[in-house]
């Protein structure tokens, strides 16, 4: 797959995710927006990051998610990763590193 066309599956995925959310929090919800970045996060945003990557990356390998469809395009069990700034995993063992990288950063940014 070219770069250009994962971008745009990305963008597509981001936009209607977005969406999704936006209509969900307009409902009462109260769904958090992916700290995509760590340059200007606080602690507690660093700290949520790595409970995202954790929490996500153990339910990828629990419920066997497919990362890639037919076309070997990514799943959104794939893309959602990428939504937090993550790498896309392409396989198991790229979700367990994410589950170990995930894991260290809430270790690391644990509310006192």
């Known amino acids: 797959m070219k770069v250009r066309d994962a971008a745009k599956i990305f963008e597509k995925y981001d936009r209607k995710t977005t969406e999704k959310m936006a209509e969900h929090n307009r409902g009462g919800g109260s769904v958090r927006k992916p700290v995509r970045s760590t340059k200007n996060a606080s602690t507690a945003d660093k700290f949520d990051r790595g409970n995202f990557a954790y929490r996500k990356a153990s339910q990828a390998l629990t419920q ?11 799943t959104p069990a794939a893309l959602q990763f990428k939504r937090w700034g993550f790498p896309v995993p392409q396989n198991q063992d790229d979700l367990r590193k994410l589950k170990a990288l995930g894991a260290r950063l809430k270790e690391r940014y644990k509310p006192k």
């Open 64 to 74: 066997s998610h497919p990362l890639k469809n037919d076309k070997g395009e990514p």
